[in-house]
């Protein structure tokens, strides 16, 4: 497992953006990175996937158009922009990284109001 940092949440009006970012210190590992996310009383759900290179990326449905992963390897960090935000987006969203046994952040929250 590797050590993943998010940061970027918090509290937005529906139509608001944000942007989360998730580094680690990890400096030699080579995965694929993402965003999950948990919405109070509900499963954890992928909101997002992007490979090493940059040159396969997987959104949930619910989000597509909206979200754009990116990643910088040599800044060792993933970014999700979410733009025109929706209550429905709500929840803790966690980074994840696709090593041999999956590491996980702690998580930020975000909170869409109407």
């Known amino acids: 497992q590797v050590p993943l940092v998010e940061s970027g949440g918090g509290s937005v009006q529906a139509g608001d953006s944000l942007s989360l970012s998730c580094t680690t210190s990890d400096r030699s590992g080579i995965y694929d990175m993402g965003w999950y996310r948990q919405a109070p009383g509900k499963e954890r759900e992928v909101v997002a996937i992007?490979?090493?290179?940059?040159?396969?990326?997987i959104y949930a449905d619910s989000v597509k158009g909206r979200f754009t992963i990116s990643r910088d390897n040599t800044k060792r960090a993933v970014t999700l922009q979410m733009n025109r935000l929706k209550v429905e987006d709500t929840g803790r969203y966690h980074c994840?990284?696709?090593?041999?046994?999956?590491?996980w952040g702690q998580g930020t929250k975000v909170t869409v109001s109407s």
């Open positions: 992007i490979s090493w290179t940059g040159d396969r990326i």
């Open positions: 994840y990284a696709a090593t041999q046994q999956g590491s």
